[in-house]
């Protein structure tokens, strides 16, 4: 009863985040990019719910326009790689062999690199932008998924429905992707909402060192970072953006759990 | 009933070979085919007896092109097997079908009926409302309620999906259909329904059955002729009627007096049940591979692998130093 409630707890959550994130244009109080020089890092009042950071904008606005950049960074990553991911694991967990052989240790090499200096050195390389960091995330993301997917076809291509559509004369790919991935999918989507929980958290720690959005732009981690220097004497400047990058990834771990409680065979008849 | 021969298989072996070490060298072999020689004639139901692990499951595959034989030739309509690719293989299909013996594994839990069934028309390109009657009128065939179209396998019995695996494979009209253990994951009941289904549709549309199973009883009454299997070679084939009499090789004969016999009275205590394990397919007995179990060998049988000989005129063919005629 108690984690079913932390699952609602975690949709109320990320809905919220998500429609303030749609709405951010209408919704806010301030224009996030407005400059008050003489309102400097001024504490939580009534005027400004959450308070105003170095620049005197007001911090509730840039949240809100911040969840924009980590939710779609978030969600369009783990889309991408886990299409990239799901496609590759089929292919090889079907195939087997040299394919498998060769794309395994493809995955060993990017899995043996330790994840965020990998995505650092990628960003250096292309240079400092919201773009660039999702393809350093995504080339980072796609092997968890690759290994997950191929393990799930091992375990289900001997099975006689797969025998069976082999000798019903389809082409491979449909074999692939009519019968084994919706057998597959469960742990899958599972594994994509930990996932986005991980991007927003990797998203934020490249734009917290500089390596992400452009700066002025408001992202949470951006502004984690800004608020860094004035830890001490405005703690209010980091600590809400560091409570929302909490709340969400919080929420989708909560929804992780919860849709993995529920594919769970044991306790899917209950 | 001398139809011309659908498949023919000759001198088919299977082994697995068992890699070790970095450079994956084959340290043994598992021998599961060894020398297979066996014709399915149209029109009839050729039975295929044997243990478990004798390699019944392994030839079906093979004859299903989901293996490659390691070596020998097979033969479908007098053409070469290895000839069947790429296209040819979408034909062959339409020509060779297969059930599975477990129907809560053969049928995709995510499909409904339709599609399971339908899909076999769909990637033939069949149009939409062909592919609709067709599936309508082979429903009807199996004895499944119409309505059943739009459920998922897991709203029927293990009998009603098995019915569905026979009209998934039905429905492209094939000449051969193989059933593998077909009713052994079934209670008995339901096992004779099957039976009684499988052969009325055979009459209806003109089958050919390679039907694989290990129980003897039910062979004798249904296929024209039974092939028995032990360690991945026939050991005896025989007109399906004559082989509660007249099996002879001596491992037939200790499967039927294994058959347990309902009437006390007619139990014979003197008959001698078979002893000891299949020997391990890794390390094949020389001579017949009978002999370390067979309560009668004699010198040759550890030495001399026995050839197959006709023992009538009546079909029956025997793989055994002891019964062949002199």
């Known amino acids: 009863m108690f984690k079913n409630k932390l699952v609602y707890i975690g949709w109320v959550i990320v809905i919220l985040f998500g429609l303030g994130a749609l709405l951010a244009p209408w919704i806010s109080p301030y224009d996030p990019y407005e400059l008050r020089l003489s309102e400097q890092l001024i504490p939580p009042s009534s005027k400004h719910l959450l308070g105003q950071d170095a620049n005197g904008s007001d911090i509730f606005s840039r949240l809100l326009y911040g969840a924009r950049i980590s939710l779609t960074v978030g969600l369009l990553v783990v889309f991408l790689s886990g299409t990239i991911g799901i496609t590759i694991g089929l292919i090889s967990g079907y195939y087997g062999g040299v394919i498998d052989t060769g794309l395994m240790r493809v995955v060993d090499i990017l899995l043996a690199f330790p994840g965020l200096l990998l995505a650092i050195a990628l960003v250096a390389v292309l240079g400092p932008s919201v773009f660039n960091v999702m393809i350093a995330l995504t080339v980072l993301g796609w092997v968890s998924f690759t290994r997950l997917v191929r393990g799930q076809v091992l375990s289900i291509k001997e099975r006689d429905y797969i025998l069976a559509a082999k000798t019903s004369g389809q082409s491979d790919f449909r074999i692939m992707f009519v019968h084994i991935l919706p057998n597959v999918l469960s742990p899958v989507i599972v594994q994509a909402t930990f996932s986005v929980a991980g991007v927003i958290i990797a998203e934020s720690s490249l734009s917290f060192l500089g390596l992400g959005v452009s700066p002025g732009t408001p992202s949470w981690g951006a502004m984690l970072s800004e608020g860094k220097q004035v830890l001490l004497d405005a703690p209010h400047v980091s600590i809400f953006p560091g409570l929302a990058i909490m709340l969400v990834v919080l929420a989708f771990n909560f929804i992780g759990d919860g849709l993995r409680d529920r594919f769970d065979p044991k306790t899917e008849k209950s | ?326």
């Open chain 2, 1 to 326: 009933m001398d139809g011309p021969n659908i498949i023919e298989i000759k001198n088919v072996k299977k082994y697995f070979p068992i890699t070790g070490g970095v450079l994956k060298t084959e340290k043994a072999r598992i021998n599961v085919l060894n020398g297979v020689d066996l014709s399915i004639t149209e029109g009839e139901i050729t039975g295929l007896a044997g243990e478990s692990g004798c390699g019944k499951s392994t030839l079906a595959k093979i004859l299903m092109k989901l293996l490659a034989p390691s070596s020998g030739e097979i033969l479908f309509d007098g053409k070469p097997f290895s000839d069947i690719r790429g296209k040819g293989k979408r034909l062959f299909y339409e020509n060779v079908q297969m059930i599975f013996q477990d129907p809560y594994s053969s049928l995709n839990p995510r499909l409904k009926v339709k599609d399971i069934i339908g899909e076999m028309l769909r990637i033939r390109n069949v149009p939409g409302a062909e592919e609709r009657s067709r599936v309508r009128k082979i429903l009807y065939d199996i004895k499944l309620d119409k309505n059943s179209v739009n459920k998922y396998p897991h709203e029927f019995s293990g009998g009603q999906r098995q019915r569905i695996a026979i009209a998934r494979a039905l429905i492209v009209n094939p000449r051969l259909l193989i059933a593998d253990e077909p009713v052994s994951a079934l209670d008995l009941s339901t096992q004779d329904k099957i039976l009684e289904l499988l052969e009325e549709l055979k009459h209806k549309y003109n089958l050919t059955i390679l039907f694989i199973s290990h129980d003897l009883n039910l062979m004798a009454d249904r296929c024209n002729r039974v092939a028995v299997m032990y360690l991945g070679r026939i050991v005896e084939i025989v007109p399906g009627r004559h082989l509660m009499k007249s099996g002879t090789h001596p491992y037939v004969k200790a499967l039927l007096n294994s058959i347990p016999v309902s009437d006390p009275s007619k139990r014979d205590n003197r008959k001698k049940l078979i002893t000891g394990e299949v020997p391990d397919p890794e390390n094949l007995p020389g001579g017949c591979y009978f002999n370390p179990r067979c309560p009668e060998a004699i010198l040759r049988c550890r030495i001399e692998q026995p050839p197959m000989v006709p023992l009538n005129e009546k079909g029956h063919y025997v793989s055994c130093h002891l019964r062949a005629p002199a």
